[in-house]
């Protein structure tokens, strides 16, 4: 056991290392990406001094008990949490088990930098803790580009694209999110930043819905961030990621200034990088015909093998008019 504990903290040492160009930049990033880190079918994400590992497969299961002891050694985290991501039979879990291995349950509420900006996690609540790591470097260029500008957050989710638009100079930036659970959470990662709340800011409803509202009232945005999920339901009516984002782009588009951004993003794993960022200028295009794309990005390197597996893996693009 104690060989097999003293492989692993190498495997994570040599792992963390690779990160090291953002040590300077956040204390939230994904340590270990599956087998490019040489743990397939498992990551491990830090958190400031909270650790996450996800499972997304039976690999590494049977060596659980030794993979928390080598990371309590190797980080002293004030709390580890494992998520089991499938099921016995290999299905996806929205609803994982979760298993404190370090701590206790009280420990895994904690804040992170990113930047500027300082934002809550809470590593047992749902899948994800409050912060997608993989948006991480689009967050921070998004930031610096919103100097006394209108910012629209669409599927804001804790609002963490928002909380770097006001810290980087931005006039109002607002948020849609269909949970009130969630946009609290965005409050409080405002409050969390000494950010007053201003008019206008947070919309509890459908994005789509809010987008048609705003065509309505003929509201307009300098910057906008579209980061929906694969799929989603809403009083009814289905949103998937494949059938409805480029027309829901298109629409989007109606509301962006003259000289605006356009940032548009989405795991889903079937999409390929260069064919979302054409189409995605071209639904922008269809209303500005000067849309130009300024950047097309995967994962940031903490991702080591991005888009190698379904759970790692994401396409995002930026235009501008």
């Not at 928390?68 to 299905?91: H, I, W």
């Not at 006394?148 to 909380?163: A, D, E, P, Q």
Request: charged share 20%; proline share 3%; glycine share 8%.
């Amino acid at each position: 056991m104690a060989q097999k504990i003293a492989e692993i903290k190498n495997l994570l040492q040599i792992a963390n290392e690779k990160r090291s160009a953002l040590f300077n930049v956040t204390d939230a990033y994904r340590v270990v990406n599956g087998a490019a880190d040489g743990f397939p079918g498992m990551t491990l994400d830090r958190f400031g001094d909270r650790y996450q590992i996800q499972f997304f497969g039976p690999e590494m299961l049977s060596q659980k008990t030794a993979i928390a002891d080598a990371v309590g050694e190797t980080f002293s985290p004030v709390c580890l949490v494992a998520k089991e991501r499938l099921s016995r039979s290999g299905k996806s879990l929205e609803n994982p088990p979760m298993e404190v291995l370090i701590g206790t349950a009280a420990d895994s509420l904690g804040t992170v930098h990113e930047g500027k900006a300082t934002l809550n996690v809470d590593l047992l609540d749902t899948v994800n803790p409050g912060l997608f790591l993989d948006m991480r470097h689009v967050r921070l260029d998004v930031g610096n580009m919103c100097e006394g500008r209108r910012f629209l957050n669409l599927f804001s989710y804790t609002c963490t694209f928002s909380v770097h638009a006001r810290l980087g100079g931005a006039t109002i930036a607002t948020n849609a999110d269909i949970s009130g659970k969630i946009l609290d959470k965005g409050r409080e990662n405002y409050a969390l930043n000494g950010l007053d709340l201003r008019p206008g800011e947070f919309f509890r409803g459908n994005a789509v819905e809010y987008v048609h509202w705003a065509q309505k009232k003929g509201l307009k945005f300098d910057g906008i961030v579209l980061d929906p999920p694969s799929f989603a339901r809403f009083k009814g009516a289905n949103f998937n990621v494949r059938e409805h984002l480029m027309p829901l782009v298109a629409d989007c588009a109606t509301l962006l200034n003259p000289r605006g951004f356009f940032m548009v993003s989405s795991n889903y794993s079937e999409f390929n990088l260069n064919a979302f960022g054409r189409d995605v200028r071209d639904a922008v295009a269809s209303v500005h015909s000067n849309a130009r794309t300024v950047w097309k990005r995967s994962q940031d390197i903490d991702f080591v093998g991005s888009g190698s597996t379904k759970d790692s893996c994401l396409v995002a693009t930026l235009v501008e008019v």
